[in-house]
């Protein structure tokens, strides 16, 4: 049992998070493409997909790099999911990159306690950041293949999530939103109580407890383990059996550039995986200016939705554009 500890001030300090983290939803994602047996059922289909995509793009090795720190049981260090990554993947990419020696050292140490490193592990613990920029290439290319293609449906399933969690919060304030999350969390103030794997307590002191849902978190919520970091839980959403349809329609380019016209057609199949406007341009080889105009329209018209990610603003489908692309609509979720 994890027993959080709220004083007055920690009450006023209670967060949602706007979305998923991206560095979070990498590390519990693999945990499903790990897990004996095959896994939970309702990611049977989204995980035959993903270990197809990371074979194919011969991304194995990186995700073994992770899951090697990250397994799906117990300990795995903190610096892997930090603070940073609130403001996106590169913002916690450049923070697990610069992570302290001291703080390596302790959180792999504890994690060698409770499984045998990969030998790499040491030449970190030794001040060499060649590991750790690999480490963090690894997580950029796992999160592209497997995370970045569903991250419209999964910031749409946490927007559900945190809109039960507002309405909540208005009818009765943040102990009607704390008791929201049962049966995951049990709210008997001054006490937030999880089921955990550990009996450990979490005391606040004035810092607040910021709350992460999370597409990939399943069974029980997680925290982090170092009392001394910015407190955070990771929570699951809900899902629906078939969140993740078994198989898709391939799409059809010609009808599509029909419909839309050759250029924003292949601004739609593009957008399948989230980009910047830069990064749109140089897929498509068109001018900036030109890939913006196509957003613009794509979005205007529903098929298209843009969100700020630190300092870039990465555009990507909606579930309509998703569907006018596959030619399959998604199963309606209640929130």
């Not at 989204?46 to 011969?58: P, Q, V």
Request: contains cysteine.
């Amino acid at each position: 049992m994890l027993r959080i500890h709220f004083g007055e001030r920690d009450i006023a300090r209670v967060q949602i998070a706007s979305g998923p983290d991206p560095l979070w939803e990498t590390v519990l994602a693999l945990h499903h493409l790990t897990a004996p047996g095959g896994g939970v059922p309702v990611f049977a289909a989204w995980r035959a997909r993903a270990l197809d995509e990371l074979a194919e793009r011969r991304l194995t090795r990186p995700a073994r790099l992770i899951s090697a720190l990250a397994p799906d049981a117990g300990y795995f260090p903190d610096f892997l999911t930090p603070d940073a990554s609130r403001d996106g993947l590169a913002a916690g990419l450049r923070a697990l990159r610069e992570t302290p020696r001291t703080r390596l050292t302790a959180e792999l140490r504890r994690a060698g306690s409770a499984a045998r490193l990969p030998r790499w592990t040491g030449a970190v613990a030794k001040g060499s950041r060649q590991p750790l920029d690999e480490l963090a290439a690894a997580f950029q290319e796992v999160h592209r293949a497997v995370i970045a293609p569903g991250w419209t449906q999964a910031a749409a399933t946490a927007d559900r999530d945190r809109a039960a969690r507002t309405r909540a919060l208005c009818h009765g304030g943040v102990d009607a939103m704390l008791n929201s999350f049962r049966p995951y969390l049990r709210w008997e103030p001054p006490v937030l109580s999880v089921d955990y794997p550990c009996d450990r307590d979490l005391r606040l002191h004035g810092r607040g407890l910021r709350l992460i849902p999370s597409h990939f978190c399943w069974r029980r919520p997680i925290a982090l383990a170092d009392p001394e970091l910015p407190p955070v839980l990771v929570y699951p959403v809900e899902h629906t059996a078939g969140w993740a349809p078994a198989t898709t329609r391939a799409c059809h380019p010609q009808a599509l550039s029909a419909l839309l016209g050759r250029t924003r057609a292949r601004v739609l199949a593009a957008l399948d995986a989230p980009a910047t406007t830069g990064e749109l341009a140089r897929r498509l080889r068109v001018s900036a200016p030109s890939a913006s105009e196509h957003v613009s329209a794509l979005r205007e018209a529903g098929l298209a939705h843009s969100r700020r990610d630190g300092c870039c603003v990465v555009h990507a489908l909606t579930p309509l554009g998703a569907a006018l692309l596959h030619g399959e609509l998604a199963p309606v979720t209640a929130s």
